[in-house]
């Protein structure tokens, strides 16, 4: 968990979140929380925190939010993210992250968010009855962001034409309102590549999702060994045996994931994976993919099982993280509201 992503330059500032609407998965793991401890590792200014701004655009119950931050933060240190060097933190708890995005809500404009494709997504067929907030949640994102003046975000390919609109947001800013100087930054994406897309074990063409009704298609970090092996058991599969190629799995979406999954666990390449198993049905297959799974979030479910028993723990660690993030914040939004002219009397 300590490699350092190829293209970093550090030490540069890093912020990166999640949404605390359900248990943090494998796929969150792979694809975010063991990049975010690479990255702190390698020596970057980190800022982690619980997007539950955010999480308030969609319907939820209100009473079970609290409890869902301190979920969503205990997976973060489960996984290696250490609060004594990185910022674990409530978005809602620094103020700034909303001030800069009304702010930024008066520089961008209708036609970048009209060619978001995640509202589309989310959205679905009742878009006109969506909230205005899931609209302009890429316009919070970016404040997100440069309220930090983060220079690196670590991204999934999904995530790429968000951060394209906060670039366009911070180059408008900048054009607009900084005299020529570059007030914020243009943030670069971190991506990782393998194992970054985890697909549903019920779906081989669907992202692992916290969100997906059924928990069936996804392993959580807080699983224990029989919920993982059940559900390996059950993950759904095609009755050929593995293939020798990696280019013979491209027709075979759930046969590629489980593939991909068992590569990501065991830190080897796919072409590996298929040397030791083809030919071999996912009878033999699957066991050996549901003791690799176990082996590896046993440990983080362990510890995750520690921390979220330990309420007190937790909301200390997200109070020093929001005071250090609030630090960092507070200047850039009286920079920010300097330049567009607010009263200061």
């Given at each position: 968990?300590?490699?350092t992503?190829?293209?970093?330059?550090?030490?540069?500032?890093?912020?990166?979140?999640?949404?605390?609407?359900?248990?943090l998965?494998?796929?969150n793991?792979?694809?975010?929380?063991?990049?975010?401890?690479?990255?702190?590792?390698?020596?970057?200014?980190c800022?982690?925190?619980?997007?539950?701004?955010?999480?308030?655009?969609?319907?939820?119950?209100?009473?079970?939010?609290?409890?869902?931050v301190?979920?969503?933060?205990?997976?973060y240190?489960?996984a290696?993210?250490?609060?004594?060097?990185?910022?674990?933190?409530?978005?809602?708890?620094v103020?700034?992250?909303a001030?800069?995005?009304?702010?930024?809500?008066?520089?961008?404009?209708?036609?970048?968010?009209?060619?978001?494709?995640?509202?589309?997504?989310?959205?679905?067929?009742?878009?006109?009855?969506?909230?205005?907030?899931?609209?302009?949640?890429?316009?919070?994102?970016?404040?997100?962001?440069?309220?930090?003046?983060?220079?690196?975000?670590?991204v999934?390919?999904?995530?790429?034409?968000?951060?394209?609109?906060?670039?366009d947001?911070a180059a408008r800013?900048?054009?607009?309102?900084?005299?020529g100087?570059?007030?914020?930054?243009l943030?670069?994406?971190?991506?990782?590549?393998?194992?970054?897309?985890?697909?549903?074990?019920?779906?081989?063409?669907?992202k692992m999702?916290?969100?997906?009704?059924?928990?069936?298609?996804?392993?959580?970090?807080?699983?224990?060994?029989?919920?993982?092996?059940?559900?390996?058991?059950?993950?759904?599969t095609?009755?050929?045996?593995?293939?020798?190629?990696?280019?013979?799995?491209?027709?075979?979406?759930?046969?590629?994931?489980?593939?991909?999954?068992?590569?990501?666990?065991?830190?080897?390449?796919?072409?590996?994976?298929?040397?030791?198993?083809?030919g071999q049905?996912?009878?033999?297959?699957?066991?050996?993919?549901?003791d690799?799974a176990?082996?590896?979030?046993?440990?983080?479910?362990?510890?995750?099982?520690?921390l979220?028993?330990?309420?007190?723990?937790?909301?200390?660690?997200?109070r020093?993280?929001?005071?250090?993030?609030?630090a960092?914040?507070?200047?850039?939004?009286?920079e920010?509201?300097?330049?567009?002219?607010y009263?200061r009397g």
């Amino acid at each position: 968990m300590s490699e350092t992503p190829t293209d970093y330059t550090g030490p540069e500032r890093i912020l990166s979140g999640m949404q605390p609407t359900g248990g943090l998965h494998l796929g969150n793991y792979l694809g975010a929380l063991k990049w975010w401890v690479a990255l702190q590792n390698s020596g970057a200014e980190c800022f982690y925190c619980v997007v539950d701004l955010h999480a308030i655009t969609v319907a939820g119950d209100p009473a079970r939010l609290p409890g869902r931050v301190r979920s969503a933060a205990a997976a973060y240190m489960a996984a290696g993210v250490d609060p004594s060097k990185s910022a674990i933190f409530a978005q809602s708890a620094v103020p700034a992250h909303a001030e800069l995005a009304w702010i930024f809500q008066c520089v961008a404009r209708l036609g970048w968010l009209e060619r978001m494709t995640q509202f589309k997504d989310k959205a679905g067929k009742d878009a006109e009855r969506a909230s205005v907030g899931l609209f302009t949640y890429p316009v919070l994102q970016a404040a997100d962001i440069l309220v930090y003046k983060a220079t690196h975000v670590p991204v999934g390919e999904d995530q790429k034409q968000h951060l394209e609109l906060s670039r366009d947001i911070a180059a408008r800013f900048n054009r607009d309102f900084g005299n020529g100087d570059a007030v914020f930054p243009l943030p670069e994406p971190v991506i990782q590549d393998h194992g970054a897309r985890i697909m549903s074990l019920k779906d081989g063409a669907a992202k692992m999702s916290k969100s997906d009704p059924s928990d069936n298609s996804r392993i959580n970090l807080d699983d224990d060994a029989d919920t993982i092996a059940r559900k390996i058991k059950k993950a759904k599969t095609d009755p050929e045996p593995l293939p020798e190629s990696e280019a013979e799995l491209n027709s075979r979406p759930e046969a590629r994931n489980l593939v991909g999954i068992y590569a990501a666990l065991t830190g080897t390449s796919v072409e590996a994976v298929l040397d030791e198993f083809a030919g071999q049905g996912f009878g033999a297959f699957k066991p050996k993919l549901a003791d690799a799974a176990v082996e590896f979030i046993a440990p983080i479910s362990g510890e995750y099982a520690r921390l979220i028993a330990d309420r007190a723990e937790i909301d200390r660690v997200l109070r020093l993280g929001a005071e250090r993030a609030n630090a960092a914040a507070e200047p850039v939004i009286a920079e920010a509201k300097r330049l567009v002219g607010y009263w200061r009397g």
